[in-house]
Each structure stands twice: as C-alpha cells, then as structure tokens.
C-alpha cells in the first residue's frame, strides 16, 4: 500500500475474530473492511483458530498476524495466548508495523499485551469493551462465589488496563453506564456497532419465499448465557392451531442438550437446527421468517437483532442488559421476563395472533430503529477517534436513549 499524509496504519487487537463466530469478532472484521475501504493501512493482531506458530496472512480487509494459542478447556472454540508468548510477540508486533494508532477490543491476552506494548511507546489506544466479565460464568469450573471474585478481579483489571486508553468506548449506553458504576472509569463514549441496514433488504428482483408455517427465529451461537431452551420451551407451550416453527441458526457446546429438549416435546416437525449457514443464507433466513427472538441476558448490544430489525422483523427480546433499548413494547415487538418460558409464549401468540399487516407495520419499525444504528456513523466516529478527537457525539444512536456523556478529563496521548 502507499501511503499518504492522511493515511493511518491501525492496528486492530482482538481475542476473537473470524473465523470465531460472535458480536465481537463481525464487528472486528467489518471495522478492519471499512477502514481499509477508506484507504487505511489495516492489521489485526489475534489468536490462531488451530494449533502452531504464529502466523501472517494477507486478506481483503487486512494483514491478519495470528498468535500462538491453546484451546481452552470449557469451550468449544475459544483459544487461550499465554501472556509469556503473546506479550513479547506483541512487542515485536508493534516494533516492526509501528502502528499510529492501536484499537483495542477487550482487556484479556491480546488485548492487555497491546495495551501495554502501546503504551510503553506512547502510541495512541483506543479500547472498546464488548464483553461482561460474568459472561465467564458459564466456562469457569468453579463455584458460584469463587466465580463472583474472579468477576471483581476482572472489572478492576479492566479499568486498570482501559483506563491507560485516549477513549474508551462499549456499544450502548447501558455498558457505559456498567463500566463506569463497577470498572471506575471517569467517561465510557457509547457508540453502536453499527449495522448495514440496506444490506437485509431484498434486492431488486429478489424473491423472498415465506416459511410454510408462521416461523419464529433464533440466531447465535448455542450457549447456556443465549438461553435457547427457553425459547425451545415457549414454542412448545403455544396454542398448537397457531402452527408456529423455530428456525434456530448458529452451533456451540449447548447443541446436543437443545436437541434433546426438542425431542422431549415432540417439536422434530416444527423446530429446525441449521447449524452454521454462509452470510448469504444468513441474510435469506431474517427476510424469511416473521419474527425474530433474542432469549439471550447477556447481550451488551446485539448485532443480531439489528440484523433481524434491519430486515423489517418484529422482535421479542429478553428484558435484560441492552436489549430493552431495542424494543418499543407493543409497537415493533415485545420485551419478555427472562427464563419466562410462559411469558414468551404469550408474547408469540400476541404477535401471531395479529394480521399480516399489522406484522409488517411493526416490521418497519424495527427498521427505522435499526437505522438510528447506521454502520457509516459508527465508523466515521471511530476514524475521527484514531485521528486524534478525544469524544465524539454518538449522535441520534445516544440522543434516542436519552444519554450524555458524563463529565470526563481529557486522557489524549502523544501520537505517531
């Protein structure tokens, strides 16, 4: 690439990235294809997917440099980098590209060594937490209240490390909020994702087929914090003249217990497991489905939802963490008591129950929700951090939900 005076070398750390499949890892690799579609010099520093040394490989939307790493015993996919490997790999990282500005997803392994080995070169750090330390729960084999203390250490850590960033930013305002009242920072900018929301709608031409019964829809990845079982257990608690069917798209650890709820109810012929799909049929499955479900109480944001929003779906989602900002109850879907099996399946009949126009209305309102989300806002905020601006204004994102940013001290850093 050659560079100009307005170009910038970002380095983006990340724990999880693809072929990982989360909120975090999309957002990674949408942000790394945006800036390098800006003209940016863009690499990514995170975890081998498998075993062996680290490697460098040359993408379409970066120069991905890939860490040694372990597989970590109580998940399905998630690699661990000890810190005496990817510390000094780091410093070696960072001493060859010489980065103007480092963006930082998570305080962990990656994360805290890029931290760190930006900040003993005064390079300008941008971090974004997208993750919940008791999120971990799930994965630590310990007891309820060791994990509790495990929790604390983490949010400590967290403002320690984050705290050495120019801007700290998470996607909503309510992890904003979280981080400030247990992490102790003085400001957390809350800036959306982002999402494409043309990108969900059909194209010129395009034919969208109907699902056969009225069909309600689940993607993520299948584990115990997204709480599928309890939408498994609603649908089979509907009133059976309503007919109504589960698509549920993604796989994790959880896939073999979920299965055998849908066989415990009898639900083969209603409930489908898809497993992984391409982005494409990813894309179909929203347009074709007539509502979208999120049981998920862990959600800082949920670029899921936008998604289904994006494509004009009605939505019922968990009363918990993000998602009540997503939700006008009534008008574009509906909020539900989390683990409430029966409160989800009266909130799915409500909306079955409703006509086809009375669907679509509340389908377009889930999209004009999803647009305050624009991915062009959110990456035009974060070029303008990496340039230098110490705050931007989260726009109609933030004003919609009523946020301002707290009083805050300028932690702007010298850069390259």
């Not at 994790?252 to 209603?270: F, M, P, Y």
């Not at 909306?351 to 004009?368: K, L, T, Y």
Request: aromatic share 6%; charged share 25%.
């Amino acid at each position: 690439m050659v560079r100009t005076k307005d170009t910038l070398r970002i380095l983006i750390a990340a724990d999880t990235y693809p072929p990982d499949i989360n909120g975090a890892a999309v957002f990674c690799h949408r942000l790394a294809r945006y800036m390098t579609g800006l003209g940016h010099e863009v690499h990514v520093a995170a975890a081998r997917h498998d075993s062996g040394p680290d490697t460098v490989e040359r993408t379409d939307e970066a120069t991905v440099h890939r860490f040694r790493s372990f597989k970590a015993p109580t998940h399905e996919y998630y690699r661990l980098c000890l810190p005496w490997l990817v510390e000094p790999a780091m410093d070696r990282l960072i001493e060859e590209i010489q980065p103007d500005v480092v963006h930082v997803q998570c305080h962990y392994m990656v994360g805290k060594a890029a931290i760190e080995a930006a900040e003993r070169r005064r390079i300008r750090t941008i971090a974004t937490n997208h993750f919940m330390p008791e999120n971990l729960d799930p994965f630590l084999p310990f007891p309820s209240w060791f994990c509790r203390v495990i929790a604390e250490n983490s949010w400590r850590d967290m403002g320690r490390l984050m705290g050495k960033a120019s801007v700290v930013t998470t996607p909503t305002p309510l992890a904003a909020q979280t981080m400030r009242e247990r992490a102790g920072f003085d400001h957390v900018l809350a800036l959306s994702n982002g999402i494409d929301v043309d990108h969900y709608q059909p194209r010129p031409g395009e034919e969208i087929p109907r699902s056969e019964r009225p069909t309600v829809l689940f993607v993520g990845r299948l584990a115990v914090e997204k709480n599928v079982d309890v939408l498994i257990d609603a649908v089979a608690r509907t009133d059976p003249t309503l007919n109504i069917g589960l698509e549920i798209v993604g796989d994790g650890e959880q896939r073999d217990v979920l299965a055998g709820r849908i066989s415990e109810h009898g639900l083969h012929g209603r409930v489908r497991m898809r497993g992984h799909v391409d982005e494409e049929q990813l894309r179909r499955a929203y347009m074709e489905a007539d509502v979208f479900c999120q049981p998920g109480t862990a959600e800082l944001q949920s670029l899921v939802s936008l998604e289904a929003m994006s494509a004009g779906r009605p939505v019922l989602l968990a009363d918990a963490l993000a998602l009540p900002h997503l939700v006008e109850p009534g008008v574009n879907g509906h909020l539900f008591t989390p683990g409430d099996a029966g409160d989800l399946a009266a909130k799915l009949e409500d909306i079955f129950r409703r006509s086809a126009e009375d669907r679509e209305a509340m389908g377009r309102r889930s999209r004009e929700i999803a647009s305050r989300h624009s991915i062009a806002k959110t990456m035009d905020a974060f070029e303008q951090l990496y340039r230098g601006a110490d705050w931007v204004d989260p726009g109609q994102y933030g004003k919609a939900q009523g946020w301002r940013p707290a009083a805050r001290r300028s932690r702007q850093r010298s850069t390259r």
